[in-house]
């Protein structure tokens, strides 16, 4: 039996009704999602926690996100450090990402 991860939607939407209920329109359009990406979760983090510090530390990114960053920063002509600040990554993640994207 394979377990399909924690339901993010129903997370989001609980926390917002009950401590961000002034954040729900902004937050709309994703949680009428059935699943979340990792970087759906992320903008969701970033929207409800913005200028909280965090630990970066457990941060985990499926291939769909990884593929979506670097695609980002091909299509926008950005450089590592650009997009690290960005996303608060790692400029070592970054290129680990795209040698292994390469081959």
Same mark, same amino acid.
């Given at each position: 039996?394979?377990? @399909?991860?924690?339901?993010?939607?129903?997370?989001?939407?609980?926390?917002?009704?009950?401590?961000?209920?002034?954040?729900?329109?902004?937050?709309?359009?994703?949680?009428?999602?059935?699943?979340?990406?990792?970087?759906?979760?992320?903008?969701?983090?970033?929207?409800?926690?913005?200028?909280?510090?965090?630990?970066?530390?457990?941060?985990?990114? @499926? @291939?769909?996100?990884?593929?979506?960053?670097?695609?980002?920063?091909?299509?926008?002509?950005?450089?590592?450090?650009?997009?690290?600040?960005?996303?608060?990554?790692?400029?070592?993640?970054?290129?680990?990402?795209?040698?292994?994207?390469?081959?």
């Amino acid at each position: 039996m394979e377990t @399909d991860g924690p339901d993010y939607v129903r997370i989001f939407s609980d926390m917002i009704s009950k401590k961000f209920p002034e954040k729900s329109a902004r937050c709309k359009y994703l949680l009428e999602k059935k699943k979340l990406s990792s970087l759906e979760v992320i903008i969701l983090n970033r929207i409800l926690f913005h200028g909280y510090e965090t630990n970066n530390e457990h941060k985990s990114y @499926d @291939d769909e996100s990884i593929s979506k960053i670097l695609e980002y920063q091909r299509k926008n002509k950005m450089t590592n450090t650009a997009i690290a600040s960005i996303f608060k990554l790692s400029r070592n993640t970054l290129a680990a990402w795209k040698k292994i994207k390469k081959t």
